[in-house]
């Protein structure tokens, strides 16, 4: 499968702390994204890092992205309640056509 | 970004039966795609809707199990077929190719589907 790992599986934290989920991921890509998903609801897209970058920033999120080791991570500064949702990084490659493959997901509660 | 609905939004249906799930965009977009998240998992992609030719199914799914039709460029139909309780899953649509380019997704809010 070319789906990537997440982790942790699943995470719990005050309101307030930072948030880091960890992606790993098996080919080469041209693109990571990450994605959140709120319950029952579809996906909304995050943030975008492509192959050539190293990190990204984007309001309260920070993005990193090493190729080497073929790993991301999705850093929340600030967390919020409303940041509760489950977060799913997914790579895109174009080589074989436009494809996308979504890692396990990582379950963030936000304790008020 | 895009607006995307589904219909219907969740069912409860019969082992046996199929049921066809609508995909609509408000904008023209080239990609669409299918994908199941079966509870508490990840997506994984069923296929990719082409406008004007068969879809393109990814390993492990085939089309006289999830027919898709695509006649134009903004909608979408998946249909899941003689339907068993390992069908129950949430079903999304997904596009790519609007002002965000083609490396980004819009998803529409999924339809719940339940199979007894």
């Known amino acids: 499968s070319q789906q990537g790992e997440e982790d942790p599986q699943a995470l719990s934290i005050q309101e307030g702390e930072n948030a880091t989920m960890n992606c790993s991921y098996k080919t080469s890509i041209n693109n990571l994204q990450w994605y959140r998903q709120n319950s029952g609801r579809g996906l909304v897209h995050l943030i975008l890092i492509r192959s050539n970058e190293r990190e990204k920033h984007s309001g309260r999120l920070r993005v990193t992205l090493d190729t080497s080791k073929k790993s991301s991570s999705l850093l929340i500064t600030a967390s919020r309640a409303a940041d509760t949702a489950s977060y799913f990084c997914?790579?895109?490659?174009?080589?074989?056509?436009?494809?996308?493959?979504f890692g396990t997901g990582t379950s963030l509660t936000v304790i008020p | 970004s895009a607006v995307i609905s589904q219909k219907p939004s969740r069912d409860i249906c019969q082992r046996g039966t199929s049921l066809t799930i609508q995909c609509q965009v408000d904008?023209?977009?080239?990609?669409m795609f299918w994908y199941r998240q079966q509870p508490g998992q990840s997506l994984t992609l069923i296929a990719t809707a082409n406008q004007g030719s068969e879809a393109t199914y990814e390993s492990g799914f085939v089309i006289d199990k999830f027919p898709i039709s695509r006649p134009n460029l903004t909608f979408s139909t998946l249909t899941v077929s003689n339907m068993s309780p390992e069908d129950s899953s949430i079903y999304l649509c997904?596009?790519?190719?609007?002002?965000?380019?083609?490396?980004?997704?819009?998803f529409g809010p999924g339809t719940r589907l339940t199979v007894l």
């Open positions: 997904s596009v790519a190719g609007l002002a965000g380019g083609w490396d980004t997704q819009y």
């Open positions: 997914a790579t895109h490659k174009t080589d074989t056509g436009n494809q996308f493959y």
């Open positions: 904008s023209q977009v080239t990609m």
